[in-house]
């Protein structure tokens, strides 16, 4: 069944009329297998974490009926589902391939950059350069609450040093 949805605001670039498909009890087209729905969230993760988009805008009720255009059986996760769990996998799977792309590297560089955020928080970024200059962001840790003595910046390099293993390093740079 086709219906149309008037959409009316006072803004003339929101004023549109959208024609979607209707879920109906007969419609059997809203399947939407696990694996289907996996490879949905993995593509929204990116989408939001790659262009910037704030996670609010997953509960947004124009977000969703987009979303829905596109694919009817699909309900968006809920901000704090995408905050946490999405976002834990998609690192996690970043990492290991960050990982298995350094496996076969040597004379590996560990720059560590600290700065704070625009909350006053104290981040600590620690990347990895390899030969050829390409650089990858292993970690982004939040130190605020932490004292920055020269114990700690040693404990949280060799934490880094030995997740890689420390024979694959040829120096170590950082900020004093």
Excluded at 44 to 59: D, E, N
Excluded at 111 to 128: H, K, M, Q, T
């Amino acid at each position: 069944m086709i219906g149309k949805i008037v959409i009316k605001s006072g803004c003339s670039l929101c004023s549109s009329t959208i024609n979607r498909k209707q879920k109906t009890d007969s419609d059997s087209s809203v399947e939407l297998t696990a694996d289907k729905k996996d490879k949905i969230d993995q593509a929204l993760i990116r989408f939001f974490i790659c262009c910037g988009i704030p996670f609010s805008t997953v509960g947004h009720p124009y977000f969703i009926d987009f979303v829905q255009s596109l694919c009817f059986a699909y309900s968006p996760p809920k901000r704090t589902t995408l905050l946490t769990t999405f976002l834990n996998h998609e690192t996690a799977i970043i990492l290991n391939k960050i990982k298995e792309e350094l496996k076969y590297e040597k004379n590996l560089i560990l720059a560590v950059d600290e700065w704070c955020n625009p909350l006053g928080r104290s981040i600590y970024a620690f990347i990895i350069i390899i030969a050829s200059k390409r650089q990858y962001i292993l970690t982004l840790k939040d130190t605020s609450m932490d004292s920055h003595t020269g114990t700690f910046n040693a404990t949280e390099i060799e934490k880094v040093l030995t997740s890689i293993g420390p024979e694959k390093f040829a120096a170590v740079t950082g900020q004093n």
